[in-house]
């Protein structure tokens, strides 16, 4: 690895990091969508395990609320960790273009609707339905892509809470996903040594760019926040459906 390519990953790193800091979610989706110009699909989501594990670590224990939040999504979390560990070890023999089309088109247009509609509070007889159905379609999505947070997000905001709780939410249970993930690459033998120690010296970069995220996230009122959101939820979605389209 020479030193051109240590930049352009410390570049996508930093931003990738102040993305993840300053919204809560769009650290895989962005990172993958990037690295994919670089590096084959599953050689870039190895790559970024390691980030995506510490950053949601991190952002699940701001707030001290961790252990009420499992309890309150416990549905979803057992569901999700449960495939995407499974789906992870047998993933790299599944094609994912449609795949990645089909929760493209889904998020843009959930985005879409959601900045021009507000959204429906769910009614609380169907929510663990709903934490089943996003558990299964985040368990599925998370273990071929590391990509689990579309069908999460739009649980989430259903509920209609507040931002804080929102961005605590996501943390702690993408935190709970992270870890499956993980050991599903490493008994599939996907995450090598050589590729977990870049892994773990990106985490500078994208640290950094977190914090700096993070502060700007605390200058915004919920509104603002929710909006900037969505926006980038719409673009996340369309990187996704050409990423499924052109493969790259």
Not at 69 to 88: D, E, G, P
């Amino acid at each position: 690895m020479d030193a051109s390519e240590i930049l352009i990953l410390c570049a996508i790193f930093l931003f990738g990091g102040f993305v993840k800091g300053l919204l809560g979610i769009g650290l895989p989706a962005l990172l993958v969508g990037l690295l994919t110009f670089i590096y084959e699909p599953r050689y870039a989501v190895s790559l970024i395990l390691i980030a995506i594990m510490t950053t949601n670590v991190r952002q699940a224990l701001q707030g001290g609320r961790f252990i009420d939040i499992v309890k309150r999504y416990w549905v979803f979390c057992s569901i999700a960790i449960v495939l995407i560990f499974c789906v992870a070890v047998i993933g790299s023999a599944v094609p994912v273009p449609a795949l990645l089309i089909f929760v493209g088109v889904g998020m843009t247009l959930f985005a879409l609707s959601s900045l021009f509609v507000e959204m429906p509070l769910l009614p609380a007889r169907y929510d663990k339905l709903a934490q089943a159905v996003a558990g299964i379609a985040s368990g599925i999505l998370g273990g071929l892509t590391a990509i689990w947070g579309p069908p999460l997000v739009v649980y989430l905001m259903s509920l209609h809470i507040d931002k804080r709780a929102f961005v605590q939410a996501l943390g702690v249970m993408f935190a709970t996903q992270s870890f499956p993930l993980t050991l599903g690459f490493i008994v599939s033998g996907e995450l090598a040594p050589e590729t977990a120690v870049i892994s773990v010296a990106l985490l500078v970069p994208t640290f950094v760019g977190m914090f700096f995220g993070e502060r700007l996230r605390d200058t915004l009122d919920t509104k603002l926040f929710f909006r900037l959101f969505l926006i980038v939820f719409l673009l996340l979605g369309l990187n996704l459906i050409r990423r499924g389209v052109f493969g790259a």
